[in-house]
């Protein structure tokens, strides 16, 4: 739960935070000089917080299951 809980808030922040105040002016200046290296930087960070997403509902599946991953 708290897994999902930060993957969801880190989604926030991106959408309605850092890329309106922050990233979509540094991320157009640097497609300008660059944007095929822009692209696979932006594809990077998409594929990074997939599997962040799919590790949290991963573990939610498991934990739901009965799967004590921590020994607690």
Known sequence: MHAMVIVWLLFTLMLFVIEPLF??????????????????AVEWLHRVLLVVSLLAVAGAVAGSQGVNLLGW
Not at 23 to 40: D, G, K, Y
Request: net charge neutral.
């Open 23 to 40: 990233l979509e002016q540094l991320l157009a200046r640097h497609a300008a000089n660059a944007p095929a290296e822009t692209f696979r």
